[in-house]
Structures are given as C-alpha cells and as structure tokens.
C-alpha cells in the first residue's frame, strides 16, 4: 500500500470519527429531552399521554442510533467507541427510566439490545425484528450491541435522575414512590458493590455518586416516615430538600 492509500485510509477513518460524534451529541441531546419529560409524569394528570409522548422521542433516538450502526458496517466498534460512548450511556439512562416508571423495575442490557435490532425494508420503514441467519447487511439489516461498561454507566446515572423524581414525587404529596425508588436503588447499590473495585475505573468511579443519591433518598423516607403524619404534604417537599442539603455539607466536612 502506497502513501497516498495509507492517506486516504486514515483521512476516511477520520471523517467516520467525526461523524459518530456528531451523532453520538445528538444522541445525547434527544435522550436528555425525553428524561426533561419523564419528569413531568409526577405533576401530569395523564401518565399515559407523556409515557406515549416519550415513546416517540426514544424511537427518534433509535434512528439516531440506527445511524450509528450502520455506520460501523464492516468496522470493529471498539475502535470508535470513545467517539459513541456518552450517547450510548445516556440513552440507556433514558430508557431505563421509562421502563422504571412503567414497571417499577430495572430493563436489563438483553432487553436493549433487541430494541437495536434495525431492519429497514425497500420502503423506508423500520422493522423491529431480529434478523435471520439468511439476513445479511445488503438486505437492510443492521445492529448494534452496548458492551457492558455502557449500559453499567448508564444505570449508575440513572440513579440520579430517581433521586429527582422522589424529591418531585414529595413536593406532589405522594410519599409512596420514595420508598420504592429507595428500596429500587438500595438493590442496584448492592448489585454494583459486588463490582467493587474489581471492574472498569469509570464503574468504580460512579459507586460513590450512587452512594450518595441513596443516602438523600433513604434519610428522606426516614423523615417521611418519621415525621410524615405531622408535617402538612405541601411542605413535605421543603423537608426532603433541608435533608439533602444537610447530608452535602456532611460530605464536604468529611
């Protein structure tokens, strides 16, 4: 290979970097839209309206990421996935927040990956279903799987978005959904200590973040549960802020 193809090779390779990065900030910006509006589902009348609503965004998102893999058609992803990684992280924390809102309970990384799966026909519509063996990239199919350090990210930052829906979940007079999230994050705490220092640094790294959105969440339902039957709903809401800002200037003395 001369030295005008080694040029040529790396300038195209270039250009396909920059161009995932483009697409990973939009990624990022829709997916950050959709979690805005999620938030509005603890004010809102119609829970179904902003769940539909929601919906329509992270499919917006899809094609975004559709974009992605194809292209990484024929690439080994790893080599562009410094380029992909933040996007890829916070759609999973969109999306794991909508099916926590939906089901109370945590989408698994499979789960994902098959909402991934893109077949888009000679008609421009996309096809969610996964493709045959006999199926191959000509024909309109294409993928793309999260590593597992994504969708880990991806939960961790999770973690803070439900420490928000609970202090706006309060300020409601609803005081059933703290108790869920804390007991929710108490078992995604748990499942990340047993990661401990052994996994990526990024993991690591955000184990003590996720500590903190627990410790507000869980000295929150102790207020509520303490002192919830004296204090009147709409203030309940000024209670759960006085105890996190409380629990931070802890942490910055120690």
């Known amino acids: 290979m001369n030295k005008v193809a080694f040029q040529q090779e790396l300038d195209a390779r270039h250009d396909k970097y920059e161009r995932l990065v483009k697409l990973s900030r939009d990624i990022t910006v829709e997916s950050k839209r959709t979690i805005f509006l999620l938030h509005r589902i603890t004010s809102a009348p119609d829970m179904e309206e902003i769940l539909t609503e929601s919906e329509i965004k992270l499919d917006g998102v899809r094609q975004k990421i559709l974009q992605v893999a194809q292209e990484l058609s024929g690439e080994d992803m790893h080599q562009f996935h410094r380029a992909i990684t933040t996007g890829l992280q916070e759609y999973v924390e969109a999306v794991s927040f909508q099916h926590f809102i939906k089901t109370r309970s945590l989408i698994s990384m499979d789960e994902i990956n098959k909402q991934l799966i893109f077949s888009t026909e000679e008609n421009g519509k996309e096809n969610k ?19 597992p350090v994504d969708y880990l990210l991806g939960v961790a930052d999770l973690t803070g978005e439900l420490m928000r829906m609970c202090i706006n979940s309060v300020g409601n007079g609803d005081i059933d959904t703290p108790f869920e999230v804390s007991q929710f994050l108490r078992q995604v705490y748990d499942g990340f200590s047993f990661i401990g220092n052994t996994g990526p640094y990024e993991v690591s790294k955000k184990l003590y973040t996720l500590k903190q959105s627990l410790a507000k969440v869980e000295n929150a339902c102790y207020a509520l549960k303490v002192r919830g039957s004296e204090i009147p709903k709409h203030m309940l809401a000024d209670v759960f802020s006085v105890k996190t800002e409380m629990i931070d200037q802890e942490e910055g003395i120690s």
């Open 129 to 147: 279903t996964p493709p045959s063996d006999a199926q191959d990239k000509q024909c309109g199919t294409w993928s793309l799987k999260l590593t």
